[in-house]
């Protein structure tokens, strides 16, 4: 009978730290993400309200109060939806939102967790290399055959350095939709 204990994948180790490191930083600065995307997406240009006449700007819309996405408008969803529908304006709402040529707002938000991540990835990496001294080089194995490059294989730091990046922007971004998702959206309206 072997004692020796299981080798976890370095895959799952990066994976576990990760989502450690991504519960903190939304945790901490999650709602200040949600501030820089709604800074970089106020002038995104929405259609016309149904009835409207005329274009908003993704601002003008959270300054008024109004529905960002059809479903919350009241002329083509939102009498329908109840009290659900009455709702203020959610993160999620605006994550949804697209502008006239479809580009969305979540997309801003991306760039800000792949931003955040490329922060955090080089720190998470030395610390999991200091405590897991043969996590890069199992990592760079797991993933030997897209790893040659032109001048011979990768080194292994960066392909751990990599791997936590990449890991953690998309981690980040999930867990700001679970986490932020129903949390309205106030309006800078002071009436």
Known sequence: MDDAPAVVPASAVVARAVQRAALERVATTGAHWIGLVVHATREMILAPAPGADHTETLGERLDEGAALTPMADPETGQDHLGDYGLRPATVGDLLETRDVDGHRVAGELELQCAIEAARVAPRLADELARD??????????????????????????AVLCAEVAAVLAVTLVVMVREQLSEVPIGTNDPN
């Open 132 to 157: 897991h001294p043969d996590l890069a080089v199992r990592l760079a194995e797991e993933h030997a055959g897209a790893l040659a490059g032109a001048g011979g294989p990768l080194d292994p730091a």
